[in-house]
């Protein structure tokens, strides 16, 4: 009798090792191609020649949220920083689209929901959407040529010349 006991536990044994998952296995991950953080150069708009300012953007994003720094600087090579805005959110990337240029880019839903500036303002009510375009060449994010706020206004074209840079 207490063979077919040890029998029954052994083959109970057997089943149960061959049902267990295996834990070695790695688990995919599927990360955003956003995922990480992104900085522009200084870029000084030139087209209003009293106006000698400059801007530094940095773009952070994790799985789901973002984070947009804008320096404002004196000067047209970002000398002296003005005033730094912070702006946080969340953010959903879309579909692929075909630009009228012809570049595939993809769609990015920016909803930035509060923020805060150097001089100690919060922004707690801040409620804007921005929607965007994107593409992503090697280590260069280049975005839409414009910002929309609603999908009929969505930029159409990428703007290849300012980009922001991969940090690594």
């Known amino acids: 009798m207490s063979r077919w006991i040890l029998l029954s536990l052994l083959l109970l044994l057997i089943f149960i090792a061959g049902c267990s998952s295996d834990k070695d296995e790695p688990e995919v991950v599927i990360t955003s191609p956003l995922f990480g953080e992104w900085v522009s150069s200084c870029n000084s708009d030139d087209t209003d ?3 000698e300012e400059s801007s530094i953007s940095r773009f952070t994003f994790t799985d789901t949220n973002v984070t947009i720094t804008e320096s404002i600087y004196s000067g047209l090579a970002c000398e002296r920083l003005l005033i730094e805005f912070t702006l ?3 953010y959903k990337i879309g579909e692929l689209v075909s630009t009228p240029a012809r570049i595939d880019a993809t769609k990015v839903d920016l909803m930035l929901t509060e923020g805060s ?3 100690g303002n919060q922004y707690d009510d801040y409620d804007t959407s921005f ?3 994107f593409v992503i060449e090697g280590t260069y994010l280049y975005m839409g040529d414009n910002l929309g706020e609603e999908e009929s206004i969505r930029p159409q074209e990428i ?3 300012t980009w922001l840079e991969k940090v690594e």
């Open 49 to 51: 020649p009293e106006d």
């Open 88 to 90: 946080l959110g969340t």
């Open 117 to 119: 500036d150097t001089f």
């Open 131 to 133: 929607l965007q375009l």
């Open 159 to 161: 703007d290849f010349s």
